[in-house]
């Protein structure tokens, strides 16, 4: 059995002193925390859709082997609340510019942990 150790996010600048370096600069984040620790969670696709220079950037800071775990999209799991999403999920995870496109960027250096979605707090 293998067991993977990471974060939910890297990019915390008030994580320097404590984990980082205290002049690391934000650009260098992810190859630092790549170094140390196996797997991170990608909040941010619970925003928005990374752009593939993005993709390449997350690809190129990593080492093989390194997972990837993303975070389903705010629209799916709190405006829809899981709720009628399947066209949003499919475009999630097979989209031209999302999900896809992530998996195989991230794929050539890395793999995908998978996936996860946050479920919202019940209202009432």
């Not at 059995?1 to 205290?22: D, K, L, Q």
């Not at 093989?64 to 009628?84: C, N, Q, S, V």
Request: contains cysteine; glycine residues 10%; hydrophobic residues 40%.
């Amino acid at each position: 059995m293998a067991i993977w150790v990471g974060t939910s996010g890297y990019n915390y600048p008030e994580w320097r002193g404590s984990f980082y370096p205290e002049k690391l600069a934000t650009a260098r984040m992810l190859a630092y925390y790549a170094e140390r620790l196996a797997t991170v969670e990608i909040n941010y696709t619970f925003y928005r859709s990374p752009k593939p220079d993005i993709l390449a950037g997350w690809s190129r800071q990593t080492p093989p082997g390194f997972r990837f775990t993303l975070k389903a999209p705010k629209r799916i799991t709190h405006d829809a609340r899981l709720r009628d999403c399947a066209q949003s999920l499919r475009y999630f995870l097979e989209g031209p510019q999302f999900a896809r496109l992530l998996l195989e960027a991230l794929g050539g250096a890395g793999v995908t942990g998978g996936c996860w979605a946050r479920a919202p707090v019940p209202s009432g």
